[in-house]
């Protein structure tokens, strides 16, 4: 008896310290924290959150969001988040797809007849949203048969903003906000020249030393691929109703992420993977995930959702670095200590 009490006793020590030592190989925050320390190759300037389910489990803001007034960086701070503006065009086209208003087969000629080229019969809204449509430059031949590859730009986006305005009788930042306040994202808007607008200044790193970038976006044809303003709270409750069926119904939501496209980026996998409507889609890796990037004008934006544990990370830094390959270095890093929590735990 004695003996077996004993025992019961040895076992219950072996699997707390177990789990103790379990816990403590796979303390997410305490890893991420970790990482933001790094100086090298670069620093850290900006805010994280990442959540589970409804649950924020991490969240931090470090550096400054003004290093002239060495004004500390906020978590609820406002970013430009750059090409992940992208995405919201999509689901905005997608809402219109949804009243049957847009076609997603039918070519940019029809919505837009104005437009005289010679690639506007044969170019469609599928083509545009998924960068197959082989445009460049709207005075230049396609580059390739519409469909058949994968070019990234902001020309494309542009036009679907156009698009938009045709066929709602709209205009974009209108029909954005309308957006924005059905879905309660008190912090996200549109950026507007000459407008005062509460967001961090933008800066370039150059070998960690911070300079203010004040190119900003050109022009208001940008906004609709690029001039979204967000944090990263908004950001996470944008992730949790899209990709939960709040936003579009269940068979539109899978035209955005039925993918029939491949296209490789540095900020995800070593391999090409699927491009649907402003998402790539890595679904050959061990955990599938979803997700975007945006850089430019002295903004870094990173936005990766895990569906089957419905785990979101969003990443938004005020700065771009000398060197492009390094925007997403902290991004990358910290998908990868995800994923590796996540096969932890199964």
């Known amino acids: 008896m004695k003996a077996s009490i004993n025992f019961r006793i040895s076992f219950l020590l072996i699997f707390i310290a177990f789990n103790t030592f379990s816990q403590e190989k796979f303390n997410l925050p305490a890893k991420i924290d970790s990482l933001l320390k790094i100086e ?74 104005e437009l005289n080229l010679s690639w506007a019969d044969s170019v469609t809204i599928h083509h545009l949203l998924n960068f197959s449509s082989g445009i460049v430059d709207l005075k230049e031949p396609l580059i390739y048969k519409p469909g058949t590859d994968f070019n990234y730009g902001n020309i494309t986006y542009i036009l679907l903003g156009k698009i938009l305005e045709r066929v709602t009788g709209k205009k974009y930042i209108d029909l954005a906000i309308q957006l924005f306040k059905s879905l309660r994202l008190k912090n996200t808007y549109c950026l507007e020249k000459n407008e005062f607008q509460n967001y961090v200044q933008g800066y370039q790193n150059v070998s960690n030393v911070f300079h203010p970038d004040y190119s900003g976006i050109e022009n208001e044809d940008l906004i609709s691929a690029a001039g979204i303003i967000s944090n990263i709270f908004d950001l996470n409750r944008w992730d949790r109703l899209l990709h939960t069926g709040k936003i579009l119904k269940p068979e539109i ?16 996998e070593k391999e090409k993977i699927g491009y649907g409507y402003g998402l790539r889609i890595s679904d050959k890796t061990k955990i599938k995930y979803l997700g975007h990037t945006g850089s430019g004008s002295g903004f870094i934006s990173y936005k990766i959702y895990f569906p089957d544990n419905q785990i979101d990370l969003i990443i938004l830094e005020n700065q771009t670095n000398e060197n492009p390959s390094l925007n997403y270095e902290f991004g990358i890093k910290i998908k990868e200590l995800i994923m590796k929590s996540i096969l932890s735990q199964n």
Request: proline fraction near 3%; charge should be positive; avoid cysteine.
């Open 40 to 113: 090298h190759p670069r620093k850290f300037n900006g805010v994280v959150l990442v959540s589970k389910k409804r649950k924020i489990i991490y969240k931090k803001a470090v550096g400054y969001s003004n290093f002239k007034d060495k004004v500390p960086m906020q978590e609820g701070d406002n970013f430009i988040i750059m090409s992940n503006s992208k995405q919201i065009t999509a689901v905005l086209i997608l809402l219109q797809v949804q009243k049957k208003r847009i076609d997603l087969n039918h070519s940019v000629k029809e919505y837009l007849p």
């Open 253 to 268: 939501y899978k035209l955005m992420i039925d993918y029939r496209i491949n296209s490789y980026h540095n900020a995800f």
